[in-house]
């Protein structure tokens, strides 16, 4: 792996080049960037891979949509269909893509919408909403967001700053100015003032950015159709793990707290299940002589099993879902809430609906 990193080093210079100069285009107003009249919140990160963008979005969900017509607009990362589209709850995860599809079957009563130019999304949501939540749209200069949450994965914080293809970096870390507030996710709940104090020195965040640390909220367990499972881990449970995310070890992590006997199931981020890979898994589980066996998987992951042709297996798994959240250190939770609701109140207040 170092030696390839070292190969595709050259590359990562080209590409640091491309994003420096598209960047100082929309720093310098060479490029367009359009401003709303309605407050919009964008969820990204600087990273490739899972910093825990969709538990943020779901956040602001719950945190607005009982007093706003709030609406999520998303790219629809790995979806067959072009342009703009809203989901239903029918909706499926090859239409609109898996984040999207999740948000829609957990908030049915949320519009939301995907379309590769954020502009034009917003665009076509200005009529009938007054808040609008971007999920992963910080490198998406087109649009200039009211108030951007910027996420890091406290994992790798520390490591190396390469761009891509060497490294995981969309773009240069110095991009962390254009955030309002900056969220390190996925710390340990344990995380002492020491840890975050260096933590701190490793984001220098600046004069005006707000930091916050967030743990991951594991939530009781639900059918692939979202109702509450009663299950419980025992040490001698044979867990069928299923995944298809950026970044698995955490989930690992959680429940080795609980059994040993883990068989892992891993594919590529946004991996599209097929048929076969499902027949393997049924296969095994099958095949297991453990007296207490589950296959679970990840919300995300679940949206890609609601395919026609997988669904008659599924089904037969009885797959368990393990839903996550978002939770605050250091009693962070007030503080953020504040933030964002008076930036929403003031930027709705020169909004109306029409």
Known sequence: MKYLRLLLFPFSLIYALIVGIRNWCYDAGVFKSYQFKLPVISVGNLEVGGAGKSPM?????????????????????????????????????????????QFKHKFPDVTVAVCERRVEGIAKLL??????????????????????????????????????PAGNMREPFAGRWRADVLVVSKCPETLTVDEQADLMAHLKPLNYQETFFTSIAYQ??????????????ESDTTVFL???????????????????????HNYPDHHRFTLKNIVKLADEFA???SQKKLVITTEKDAQRLHEQALLPLVKQLAILVLPIGINFLNNGQQQFDNLLKNYVREHTEHHAIH
């Open 127 to 164: 009529p009938e909403h007054n808040l609008i939540v971007l999920d992963d749209a910080y490198q998406h200069r087109e649009v200039k967001p009211g108030f951007s949450i910027l996420l890091f994965d406290y994992r790798t914080i520390t490591k190396p700053r390469l761009l891509l």
């Open 220 to 233: 009781p367990f639900q059918d692939m159709d979202g109702n509450l499972i009663d299950t419980t881990i």
């Open 242 to 264: 299923l995944t298809g995310i950026a970044n698995s070890g955490p989930l690992v992590q959680h429940l080795q707290k609980s059994t040993s006997h883990i068989i892992h």
């Open 287 to 289: 095949a297991s002589a």
């Open 57 to 101: 979005t779901e956040y602001l969900i719950r945190l607005f949509k009982n007093q706003y017509k709030l609406a999520t607009l998303s790219r629809g990362y790995g979806r067959e269909t072009k342009g703009y589209l809203t989901a239903t709850t029918t909706t499926t995860a090859t239409e609109v893509g898996d984040e999207p599809a």
